[in-house]
């Protein structure tokens, strides 16, 4: 049986950009072919499956290389499956989970289980990350080659920075020799102090207690300083200040190796969004100043920022409600980070183009995957529709999880339709 998705445009930057009809077979793209709208033959062929794709975009699969999945341990706020199934609605063919589950993803038996139990779902894929410390703890390297041998794309200890300068430098010398980044949660603890939103006017007046910019971007600058003087690849995660997007923007210019991504919320919300000690709008780097949100679209806008990952984190009622202060950092984002973002491209902030560049074929460069859609290539695919119109209503999420600050956005443009290895894994 083939599968034919007809009437679409295709794009995939700097390979092709056009109208055109695939043709899938197995799992594999097996033609780029002219449109065919009017064929009755065509329709009525039991032989291949027609999938009406007029008005809607049909792109490499995307990528969200910054994910929770919380399996093994904390299988009540999100399971490998529930996770998987938020990223094919959300129109993620393949995902990187973050490696602090209980026990921690340090050691290859975590990894394998989590590969294994990804591949049994046979929904969206999972590149798992490792941690860079045993149990996160920031002591001892943990197994790193073990890890990648049996399957891990990068390392990170995400949620707790490494603050031990030294062990930085010798995990980035490390990884350099195995071909893989090193991802970095950009926080100095001691500044960030115990804070929960962001530090400033609405800090003071909600009386809670603020987490400065400095927090960030100490740890950006000195971890820029490490791959500089390694020449080993640093890859930011979650960026969040004005300060920090200039700290890479000018260490890229100086030809350092570095990349670094930002979420939705980062670039949607500020901290004057955080209202009535409402929980779902704690998440960790904070939501900041308009000023740093103006800065952070800048850097989407120039490049400085490569990439846009959601920072799926799921939590139940038990870590959100209760006071601000001693609620859980975290919002989920794998179903809602495709619609907030495409409002880049409707406002005129990047093309399409750049969009997918964001979020498809960047990620596949900085894990060392590809998706370009060729035939013979993999059918990992994802159609986008930019003119469905919808409220967000997290009662339909997939994920278990429900902890979205997105409650009643209307937004545009969704996903129609996740394609993993030539099979449908989500269609709206």
Known sequence: MRIRIKGARLLDPGNIDDNKDIIIKNHLIEAIVDPIFDSKENETRTDIEIIDARGMIVVPGLIDIHVHLREPGQEYKETIETGLMAAAKGGFTAICSMPNTNPVNDNSQVTKFIINCANELGLSKVYPTGAITQGSMGNTLAEIYDMQQAGIVAVTDDGKPLENSNLMRRALEYCKGLDIPVFVHAEELSIAD???????????????????NAAESIMVVRDIALSELTGAPVHFCHISTKESVEAIRQAKKRGVKITCETAPHYFT??????????????????????EDRQAVIQGLVDGTIDLIASDHAPHSIIEKDVEFDRA???????????????????????????????????????????????????????????????EIDPATFKSKSKNTPFAGLKVKGSTFLTMVNGKVVYLK
Do not use: Q
């Open 328 to 390: 859980a950092f975290g919002i989920v984002g794998l179903e809602t980070s495709l619609s907030l973002s495409l409002k880049l491209v409707h406002d005129g902030f990047l093309t399409m183009a750049e969009l997918v560049n964001k979020m498809a074929k960047h990620p596949a460069k900085i894990i060392g995957i590809k998706n370009d859609i060729r035939p013979g290539n993999i059918a990992d695919l994802t159609i986008i529709d930019p003119g469905h119109t919808y």
């Open 194 to 212: 115990g804070g929960s939103m962001n530090e400033g006017f609405f800090a003071t007046f909600w009386g809670i207690k603020g987490i400065p």
């Open 269 to 290: 919300l500020t901290d004057e969004d955080v209202k009535d000690y409402n929980t779902n709008f704690k998440m960790n780097p904070p939501l900041r100043s308009e």
